[in-house]
């Protein structure tokens, strides 16, 4: 029997990771003092490059992460003030953004369908109602995603809590596991269905994605009121169109070798039956979340409340009602963390406006498309935009990075505030199914193992043409019904 090799020893592996830590430290410092020695534009107010400079280094650690999210952002924003670049005051404002509280809260409402198991019960429904073929199946996932999309601000969580877990017992329940040729039965279909659907539910709710709350911040820094209800109202067309057609093109671009899953629907029903019937604790989170739908749609406008208010209302009913406790609360990382790196990011982006530099980047933009009308302007500038997210490993680092400056541009060149506001945000989250780093669900789903790395750009880049032709022709049309142009 041939001799095994011994495995490296332990300090050559340490230093391996020290030499790689180091690396991406270097990066972002580099990039942030090269940044920072360029000559500053014309236009641009004292302060502005030295942030700008800050918040290149801080976008690329948060890709590169030499350390946890929250750290890296905590470094970034040590680096503003003891620099003197921003005082104390102003470098931690971000903490008392609204949208930001948004998020935490609606991350504590998403945890009440994982620990009620109320998230896994719908999607067995689903699977129990449309599981006996394959298309079917992926309706299902779909149908999954979109409810729980309103109060799942991680589609992260929605997709490796949730959708990830089904599609794994689905597969190898139909004889299709990862590593082989048996993947393309059917897992390797439902990963890549999984994923573009999941970045078209982040598209269509306000909530549904992390990044997405702060779109509309940068929208009403440039004076563009964006809420929940108008969010929803203008993404449900291209949105719902979207998610009957994209399962069916999958299907037919990257078939699944079995059609047929007549034993899905009775697996469903077994699980169903080993959960029972539904729990308090279940009914409880379905009344809050059906609640928080009514609130977040028309609590504004009726009550004066925000979705910030709205959400916390939601938290309070599932502490006070026990579906949640304190400890649940505290023990939330993910919510935490965001809280942190999000803070950071809000701050340095609402700088970068106040000190004149997206301004300036802005009018560059423009200048480039000039000479053309605002049509043709902003769709070349909305389709840079998408495809830069090649660039990115990130939903939100792209968004602080260029959300703003591209919004800025379209408005300059004439296209229509609210409509150039909500696509370059729906587009904000479609950009996250084109690679396999692209956004958080990625790597969850390219990580089980049924997708080699060709099919999934290969799938990525028809899922985006598609969406493209979607959301900018029947979108077009249902944002003009709507009178947002």
Same mark, same amino acid.
């Given at each position: 029997?041939?001799?095994? /090799?011994?495995?490296?020893?332990?300090?050559?592996?340490?230093?391996?990771?020290?030499?790689?830590?180091?690396?991406? $430290?270097?990066?972002?410092?580099?990039?942030?003092?090269?940044?920072?020695?360029?000559?500053?534009?014309?236009?641009?107010?004292?302060?502005?490059?030295?942030?700008?400079?800050?918040?290149?280094?801080?976008?690329?650690?948060?890709?590169?992460?030499?350390?946890?999210?929250?750290?890296?952002?905590?470094?970034?924003?040590?680096?503003?003030?003891?620099?003197?670049?921003?005082?104390?005051?102003?470098?931690?404002?971000?903490?008392?953004?609204?949208?930001?509280?948004?998020?935490?809260?609606?991350?504590?409402?998403?945890?009440?369908?994982?620990?009620?198991? @109320?998230?896994?019960?719908?999607?067995?429904?689903?699977?129990?109602?449309?599981?006996?073929?394959?298309?079917?199946?992926?309706?299902?996932?779909?149908?999954?995603?979109?409810?729980?999309?309103?109060?799942?601000?991680?589609?992260?969580?929605?997709s490796g809590g949730v959708i990830n877990p089904v599609i794994g017992s689905l597969s190898t329940n139909?004889?299709?596991?990862?590593?082989?040729?048996?993947?393309?039965?059917?897992?390797?279909? %439902?990963?890549?269905?999984?994923?573009?659907?999941?970045?078209?539910?982040?598209?269509?709710?306000?909530?549904?994605?992390?990044?997405?709350?702060?779109?509309?911040?940068?929208?009403?820094?440039?004076?563009?009121?964006?809420?929940?209800?108008? $969010?929803?109202?203008?993404?449900?067309?291209?949105? %719902?169109?979207?998610?009957?057609?994209?399962?069916?093109?999958?299907?037919?671009?990257?078939?699944?070798?079995?059609?047929?899953?007549?034993?899905?629907?009775?697996?469903?029903?077994?699980? @169903?039956?080993?959960?029972?019937?539904?729990?308090?604790?279940?009914?409880?989170?379905?009344?809050?979340?059906?609640?928080?739908?009514?609130?977040?749609s028309v609590g504004g406008q009726v009550w004066d409340l925000s979705a910030t208010v709205s959400a916390?209302?939601? =938290?309070?009913?599932?502490? =006070?009602?026990?579906?949640?406790?304190?400890?649940?609360?505290?023990?939330?990382?993910?919510? $935490?963390?965001?809280?942190? $790196?999000?803070?950071? %990011?809000?701050?340095?982006?609402?700088? @970068?406006?106040?000190?004149?530099?997206?301004?300036?980047?802005?009018?560059?933009?423009?200048?480039?498309?000039?000479?053309?009308?605002?049509?043709?302007?902003?769709?070349?500038?909305?389709?840079?935009?998408?495809? /830069?997210?090649?660039?990115?490993? /990130?939903?939100?680092?792209?968004?602080?990075?260029?959300?703003?400056?591209?919004?800025?541009?379209?408005?300059?060149?004439?296209?229509?505030?609210?409509?150039?506001?909500?696509?370059?945000?729906?587009?904000? /989250?479609?950009?996250?199914?084109?690679?396999?780093?692209?956004?958080?669900?990625?790597?969850?789903?390219?990580?089980?193992?049924?997708?080699?790395?060709?099919?999934?750009?290969?799938?990525?880049?028809?899922?985006?043409?598609?969406?493209?032709?979607?959301?900018?022709?029947?979108?077009?049309?249902?944002?003009?019904?709507?009178?947002?142009?």
């Amino acid at each position: 029997m041939p001799a095994r /090799s011994a495995p490296p020893p332990a300090p050559v592996k340490a230093r391996a990771a020290t030499i790689g830590t180091a690396l991406k $430290w270097a990066v972002p410092v580099a990039a942030g003092l090269t940044v920072y020695l360029l000559p500053q534009p014309d236009g641009i107010k004292a302060g502005g490059w030295a942030v700008l400079a800050i918040f290149t280094g801080t976008v690329l650690g948060l890709i590169l992460q030499p350390l946890p999210l929250g750290a890296v952002a905590l470094v970034g924003l040590t680096a503003a003030m003891i620099t003197g670049t921003l005082e104390p005051d102003v470098a931690l404002g971000g903490f008392s953004e609204p949208t930001i509280w948004l998020i935490v809260a609606a991350f504590f409402i998403s945890l009440g369908f994982t620990k009620t198991g @109320l998230g896994r019960r719908i999607a067995l429904l689903f699977v129990r109602a449309l599981g006996r073929s394959s298309l079917g199946l992926a309706y299902g996932i779909t149908l999954t995603d979109l409810v729980l999309a309103p109060a799942t601000p991680s589609n992260t969580a929605r997709s490796g809590g949730v959708i990830n877990p089904v599609i794994g017992s689905l597969s190898t329940n139909a004889g299709s596991h990862p590593g082989d040729e048996s993947r393309r039965k059917l897992g390797a279909y %439902l990963s890549v269905t999984a994923m573009q659907i999941n970045t078209v539910t982040s598209a269509m709710f306000l909530t549904s994605m992390a990044a997405n709350p702060l779109v509309q911040k940068l929208a009403a820094d440039h004076g563009i009121a964006l809420t929940w209800s108008s $969010w929803a109202l203008a993404a449900l067309v291209p949105g %719902l169109v979207a998610l009957l057609v994209l399962p069916a093109l999958l299907y037919r671009v990257f078939p699944p070798a079995v059609r047929a899953t007549p034993e899905a629907p009775a697996q469903a029903r077994a699980q @169903l039956a080993e959960l029972g019937r539904m729990s308090r604790q279940e009914w409880t989170m379905a009344g809050v979340f059906v609640l928080l739908l009514l609130l977040w749609s028309v609590g504004g406008q009726v009550w004066d409340l925000s979705a910030t208010v709205s959400a916390f209302t939601g =938290v309070a009913l599932l502490l =006070v009602t026990g579906v949640l406790t304190w400890g649940d609360l505290a023990a939330e990382k993910a919510a $935490w963390t965001t809280l942190v $790196w999000f803070a950071v %990011l809000v701050m340095l982006a609402g700088q @970068l406006q106040e000190l004149g530099v997206i301004g300036w980047f802005s009018d560059a933009i423009t200048d480039a498309t000039s000479g053309v009308g605002w049509r043709t302007a902003f769709v070349i500038l909305t389709l840079v935009y998408l495809f /830069s997210h090649y660039l990115f490993a /990130s939903n939100t680092a792209h968004v602080a990075a260029m959300y703003a400056a591209f919004l800025a541009a379209a408005t300059a060149t004439g296209a229509p505030p609210v409509m150039a506001a909500l696509v370059l945000g729906f587009i904000s /989250s479609l950009y996250g199914g084109l690679t396999h780093y692209a956004s958080g669900p990625a790597p969850v789903l390219f990580g089980g193992g049924y997708v080699t790395l060709a099919e999934w750009w290969r799938t990525g880049l028809i899922a985006a043409g598609a969406n493209i032709v979607i959301w900018m022709g029947v979108g077009a049309v249902w944002l003009k019904v709507l009178g947002h142009w």
